[in-house]
């Protein structure tokens, strides 16, 4: 890759993915630098520091993996399509695979976990608001909503650690797509402490 070429969006997209790999200690410029085929002074052009480079990941993908999800699934008209499109979305293809379970590994850091808190209470809500679209009432919305994200969380954990004893959780195997149909069946059943959908 040509130095002129290498913008401030592939820096981030390499920190991101070194972030997958190793967590905070694996965002190093130099390491970036050689993957990116650059110099450290093409880092220097975007970022005056290497945590400025942190948190303008981490900002690119709350961007990418919540905001730009939450208004594309609020195009949907239909409560339960939404529900189904953003159960699908967030179960799907990883766009860099094992980076949630990292970034959840790593808020000890302050900017990680400042991200991530911010990160979970935008789904969190947004899943409330699907769930009450689709007519639950307030608490179970709410219960549904962290149920929906800790199996959401769950998914990509098996996926990640546990190749060989969940196969169905990797995109490839061929029983994937019935184990995600299933569960997200099982996020969407009528009824539960309250009264179920309206």
Same mark, same amino acid.
């Given at each position: 890759?040509?130095?002129?070429?290498?913008?401030?969006?592939?820096?981030?997209?390499?920190?991101?993915?070194?972030?997958a790999? #190793?967590?905070?200690?694996?965002?190093?410029?130099?390491v %970036?630098?050689?993957?990116?085929?650059?110099?450290? +002074?093409?880092?220097?052009?975007?970022?005056?520091?290497?945590?400025?480079?942190?948190v303008? !990941?981490?900002?690119?993908?709350?961007?990418? #993996?919540?905001?730009?999800?939450?208004?594309?699934? $609020?195009?949907?008209?239909?409560?339960?399509?939404?529900?189904?499109?953003?159960?699908?979305?967030?179960?799907?293809?990883?766009?860099? /695979?094992?980076?949630?379970?990292? *970034?959840?590994?790593?808020?000890?850091?302050?900017a990680? @976990?400042?991200?991530?808190?911010?990160?979970? $209470? !935008?789904? %969190?809500? &947004?899943?409330?608001e699907?769930?009450?679209?689709?007519? &639950? +009432?307030?608490?179970? /919305? $709410?219960?549904?909503?962290?149920?929906?994200?800790?199996?959401?969380?769950?998914?990509?954990?098996?996926?990640?650690? @546990?190749?060989?004893?969940?196969?169905? !959780?990797? *995109?490839?195997?061929? #029983?994937? !797509? /019935? @184990?995600?149909?299933h569960?997200?069946?099982?996020?969407?059943?009528?009824?539960?402490?309250?009264?179920?959908?309206?």
């Open positions: 890759m040509a130095k002129g070429k290498v913008s401030k969006g592939d820096w981030t997209l390499a920190a991101l993915r070194a972030f790999r #190793g967590g905070v200690a694996a965002v190093a410029v130099d %970036l630098a050689r993957e990116l085929g650059v110099t450290r +002074g093409s880092f220097y052009w975007h970022f005056e520091n290497r945590e400025a480079l942190l303008a !990941a981490l900002e690119t993908w709350e961007r990418h #993996g919540t905001a730009e999800v939450i208004a594309a699934v $609020r195009e949907e008209a239909d409560p339960l399509a939404r529900a189904r499109t953003l159960l699908a979305e967030a179960l799907g293809d990883e766009k860099i /695979a094992g980076l949630e379970p990292a *970034l959840a590994a790593h808020t000890g850091h302050p990680v @976990a400042e991200v991530v808190a911010r990160v979970t $209470r !935008a789904r %969190l809500a &947004f899943l409330e699907v769930y009450a679209d689709v007519g &639950f +009432g307030p608490r179970d /919305a $709410r219960h549904r909503a962290l149920a929906a994200y800790a199996a959401y969380l769950g998914w990509l954990e098996l996926r990640r650690t @546990a190749p060989d004893a969940a196969p169905e !959780a990797q *995109l490839q195997d061929p #029983g994937s !797509a /019935a @184990a995600l149909d569960l997200v069946d099982m996020i969407l059943a009528p009824g539960g402490p309250e009264t179920g959908p309206a």
